[in-house]
């Protein structure tokens, strides 16, 4: 059968086409509807209304802490670094932190707890947010905080020689002072809880850092 000679035209394609956009438009325009009326496609929302430009802050810290066992000292030297993203920056990894206003911390954590015992750390803590309670350009924001880390103990009672590696859970309490510059000030307390061949590891520290933002 011979074939049709206006379905080899160039313009008969064209026409084609031209018949095609209104549904292509129509379709593009169902989908958007259906993306702004439907909460589970929508993005999430922060009661902080924090921006997704929020900055990704650059923590370092020191303070003083403690352990548990017999013959470590009541107060001994405790510092680290942080990676702080903030709900408008953690969204990038996980929506739902944004969401229920939490913010995902990655820190390095030394701390020593005698002449010879110590504890070094890796930790990935999620820390929710609570409202902002500061003034002008200046935000004021308590946090509380619960992590996991990946720990390397001195065992007690071995001069240092001997070491343990396990999991270790991390809890936080503490504020941020966001300044208008994106400068961060931060004072919190933390507890490590690590229980392990019949030895207590817990240690407990109160640190103050400051922060800048990544990239300044």
């Not at 209304?49 to 990704?56: D, K, L, S, Y």
Request: hydrophobic share 40%; net charge neutral; aromatic share 12%.
């Amino acid at each position: 059968m011979p074939r049709n000679p206006f379905a080899r035209s160039p313009w008969f394609r064209v026409f084609l086409a031209a018949l095609a956009v209104p549904g292509w438009a129509w379709a593009a325009g169902a989908t958007a509807q259906t993306l702004a009326d439907s909460p589970r496609l929508q993005l999430p929302r922060s009661r902080l209304a924090e921006p997704f430009t929020a900055p990704i802050l650059l923590v370092g810290y020191v303070g003083l802490g403690g352990g548990l066992e017999p013959g470590q000292d009541a107060l001994a030297p405790a510092y680290g670094g942080a990676v702080v993203f903030r709900p408008g920056s953690a969204v990038a990894f996980l929506d739902f932190l944004y969401d229920w206003n939490c913010g995902l911390v990655l820190q390095a954590d030394y701390q020593n707890l005698s002449d010879t015992d110590n504890v070094l750390s890796a930790d990935g803590i999620v820390r929710r947010y609570l409202r902002d309670r500061g003034r002008g350009d200046t935000e004021v924001r308590l946090f509380l905080g619960l992590g996991l880390g990946a720990t390397r103990f001195t065992e007690p009672g071995t001069a240092g020689s001997r070491f343990d590696k396990y999991w270790s859970g991390v809890v936080e309490i503490g504020q941020e002072w966001l300044t208008s510059g994106r400068w961060c000030i931060v004072v919190r307390g933390q507890y490590r809880m690590h229980l392990r061949q019949h030895h207590n590891h817990d240690a407990w520290q109160v640190v103050g850092g400051v922060g800048v933002p990544f990239p300044g």
